[in-house]
């Protein structure tokens, strides 16, 4: 298993942006995806990005406001957010598997970060 950091998160306006970042000393190896947990929701998968940086997939809710992206030379994938709104509030977390699947599903990945807050409230 990967030891995954996740960074980044904090408290924006509704309409502002956010990155996330996911580090790990070997992350250009594995496909990443970003999952997200609401108090009282279940944990629902976001965004992944293949270890190629060619292959990206995307949760309905969240297309065309976030972006997935990786720097494999720095081990690092980000979810870029913009336009956020008040129902993006969640704990984010990144997860890794060793290839890629466009499945959000939880139960796909086996390694995962310790989440970060985020909130958008005004």
């Known amino acids: 298993q990967l030891r995954l950091v996740e960074s980044g998160g904090g408290l924006v306006q509704p309409g502002g942006s956010l990155r996330l970042s996911c580090a790990a000393s070997?992350?250009?190896?594995?496909?990443i995806a970003w999952f997200r947990q609401a108090p009282g929701k279940e944990r629902e998968g976001v965004s992944c990005?293949?270890?190629?940086?060619?292959?990206?997939n995307y949760a309905d809710s969240v297309k065309g406001r976030f972006t997935i992206s990786r720097d494999n030379a720095k081990n690092t994938v980000y979810l870029q957010m913009n336009s956020l709104k008040p129902e993006d509030t969640a704990v984010y977390y990144c997860?890794?598997?060793?290839?890629?699947?466009?499945?959000?599903?939880?139960?796909?990945?086996?390694?995962w970060g310790q989440g970060t807050q985020v909130t958008v409230s005004s």
């Open positions: 070997t992350l250009q190896y594995y496909a």
């Open positions: 997860a890794a598997r060793r290839y890629y699947s466009s499945s959000l599903s939880p139960d796909a990945y086996a390694s």
């Open positions: 990005i293949s270890s190629s940086n060619i292959l990206t």
